[in-house]
């Protein structure tokens, strides 16, 4: 089977670039290549839906633009094909002077990426939810919620009424590239097959270090899994808050912290937290791979993660195994809930890339082959900018083509240029 494009992964990042490549090469031939049964089964589908507004990132930055245009792209397109989604708005929450201070300065980025915000008083927190405490708050009134997974099925449809191919339940094995195309062997069903294009793009997360390698791709990085854990508020507390609620988060942690997020179907979750993964798929109770567990301990850079974070990763292996210290990171906001009131829920995994230095990687991370281009990285909110990521990934896939990588491969960190 031949193809002028083909697509490894079938979530929201991956399916967002096929479909707008589909649109801007009506007569190509373009396939999406997914293992598994449907779209959306990992990063995109296990995250709280939020449609972020973009508070966090440097100004200027290709992640506070993508994120901004994310925003507006994400809801033109729920409108459009009548997708639920709400802008409920959400409150970072202050509960202490050094949070206090964190804020004021989160508040002055709102103002330097052009996002509608307020600074709230602990008085007008409280009259706005009498359930939360805080010393203050800013109120971000874009942000919204929405099913990431159904959003990536429905620009799956659109992609296949325009003829683009999908082949699900099939597992990338083996790649191969010549001067004239790409190779690629799945599985398939206990059998293989092979597909061949002359441009191939990996949107493949959690793989994506994998997917490198089997092209021959020299890399320093690698992607290290950690589980986020989240618990769901029984149906009694669906109205205990009418925003999202988060704390400050600590700047030197790429994670926002335990939050409250209203679902879209009427529920409340409570995370997530961050602990180290020992299975890059491991969403179960008990998570441990002994192939993705050899990779990292034999990557130097993992143990510079642990040596730069053990604290940290200390404290919240602990609050992962005894609720009661997760339950003080949500009582410092919400003193009301209590132990019984979280209730198991799915975690997820966030595909963190880590260079080989132990740093990890905040931005835009691709590398390249003659023929290939592999997001190494799509760090948050890439749910919310799918659609300027994919819109980006199609004109680096133009550059890349005109130019043929004449310099052979590459590999690229995209930030605040």
């Known amino acids: 089977m031949k193809f002028d494009y083909i697509i490894i992964g079938g979530g929201i990042v991956g399916v967002s670039t096929a479909w707008q490549l589909q649109q801007q090469y009506p007569t190509k031939r373009i396939a999406i290549i997914e293992k598994e049964s449907t779209f959306a089964c990992h990063q995109t589908g296990h995250n709280s839906g939020v449609i972020h507004a973009g508070v966090y990132y440097q100004p200027g930055s290709l992640k506070a633009q993508f994120c901004k245009q994310g925003v507006q792209s994400t809801i033109e397109f729920c409108i459009e094909n009548n997708i639920p989604y709400e802008q409920c708005g959400k409150l970072i929450v202050a509960t202490n002077g050094l949070e206090r201070e964190r804020m004021l300065s989160l508040y002055e980025r709102c103002a330097e990426n052009s996002i509608d915000a307020e600074l709230l008083s602990a008085q007008a927190l409280k009259k706005l939810e009498p359930n939360i405490n805080g010393l203050g708050a800013i109120l971000v009134k ?79 990085f690698q992607i290290i899994p950690f589980r986020g854990e989240y618990y769901q508020l029984p149906a009694k507390y669906n109205q205990i808050v009418k925003h999202l609620i988060y704390p400050v988060p600590d700047p030197d942690l790429p994670f926002l912290g335990v939050h409250l997020t209203r679902m879209i179907d009427g529920s409340v979750t409570v995370g997530p937290n961050a602990v180290q993964g020992w299975k890059r798929e491991g969403y179960g109770n008990i998570n441990i ?29 602990k609050n992962s195994w005894f609720k009661s210290g997760y339950l003080n990171n949500v009582q410092k906001y919400c003193p009301s809930l209590t132990l019984q009131d979280l209730q198991p829920y799915p975690a997820g995994i966030r595909a963190q890339a880590v260079m080989n230095d132990g740093s990890l990687v905040h931005d835009f991370l691709f590398s390249q082959s003659p023929r290939s281009l592999h997001v190494c990285n799509a760090p948050s909110p890439a749910a919310t900018s799918a659609m300027p990521i994919g819109s980006y990934i199609c004109e680096k896939i133009s550059q890349a083509q005109n130019e043929m990588a004449p310099n052979g491969p590459m590999l690229s960190t995209i930030g605040s240029d």
């Open 142 to 220: 874009q942000t919204g919620i929405v099913n990431y997974q159904l959003v990536t099925q429905t620009m799956a449809e659109k992609f296949k009424q325009l003829g683009g191919s999908v082949f699900l339940n099939h597992e990338v094995i083996a790649m191969g590239e010549t001067k004239q195309a790409i190779t690629v062997h799945a599985t398939h069903r206990h059998s293989q097959v092979s597909l061949e294009c002359e441009y191939l793009v990996s949107c493949s997360g959690l793989m994506a270090d994998r997917t490198t390698k089997m092209l021959g791709i020299k890399t320093d």
């Open 289 to 317: 791979s002994l192939k993705d567990t050899w990779e990292m301990v034999r990557f130097a850079g993992f143990w510079r993660v642990l040596k730069n974070n053990f604290k940290t990763g200390l404290i919240e292996t």
